[in-house]
């Protein structure tokens, strides 16, 4: 083996292996249409294309969570990056989502219904939604706790996959409210008027 393999002669992995690096490539496919799905559903849902951008961003920083988590985990005991552990952040992408949109929807009410400005749409929003987000989060981190936490048989292989989702649901709670209100106030004015414009359309098309 020092003088390299004899002419003509050709190196594969196979086995578990192959398999192993066949399985790390349809995770990052998944992982990449999990966000579109979940970008094309809310698109449909808020009739918009801006809502879903600002609601995304709240993945990024699930997504240094759930790293922050892992990398805590390992002070303690080693914890590769496998299978399972990627799989959290398939998991994360469908979950840290949810409090964006608690903001957004709450938000789109008190300015479509209720007739209140952008600013006092988001402030109020916010201050209705911030328990809510908070009880959600605290109970799916408490939940996921165990697989953390609790030593046991086979405990190992759900470890990362635990650290990955508590640390990313732990850090969105808090950024998520610290950055979405104020890119919300950028975009929301933007897209109120063209979903004003498109409702006049609709009425002038149905007469």
């Known amino acids: 083996m020092e003088e390299g393999l004899p002419e003509g002669m050709q190196l594969h992995l196979s086995g578990t292996a192959d398999k192993l690096s ?3 490539d349809a995770m990052v496919i998944d992982l990449i249409v999990a966000v579109i799905i979940v970008y094309l559903a809310m698109a449909v849902l808020f009739e918009s294309f801006l809502y879903p951008l600002v ?3 709240s993945v990024p ?3 240094a969570g759930g790293v922050g988590g892992l990398a805590l985990v390992n002070t303690v005991a080693l914890q590769p990056l496998d299978m399972l552990t990627l799989l959290g952040f398939v998991i994360l992408i469908g979950i840290v989502v949810n409090n964006a949109i608690l903001l957004v929807h709450q938000t789109l009410h008190h300015i479509r219904k209720d007739h209140m400005s952008v600013n006092d749409s988001i402030m109020e929003a916010t201050r209705n939604r911030i328990r809510p987000i908070f009880m959600s989060t605290l109970t799916s981190v408490f939940g996921m706790l165990p697989l953390v936490v609790f030593p046991g048989a086979g405990s190992e292989l759900y470890r990362g996959l635990g650290s990955v989702v508590v640390g990313g649901l732990s ?3 808090v950024l998520t409210l610290l950055i979405i209100p104020p890119l919300l106030s950028l975009v929301a004015g933007t897209a ?3 979903h004003k414009r498109l409702e006049k359309r ?3 098309a149905a007469l």
Do not use: F, G, P, R
Request: glycine share 0%; aromatic share 6%; charged share 20%.
């Open 202 to 204: 609709s009425e002038k």
């Open 171 to 173: 850090l969105s709670a």
């Open 55 to 57: 609601i995304m961003l």
């Open 61 to 63: 920083l699930a997504t």
């Open 192 to 194: 109120e008027d063209a």
């Open 22 to 24: 066949q399985t790390w």
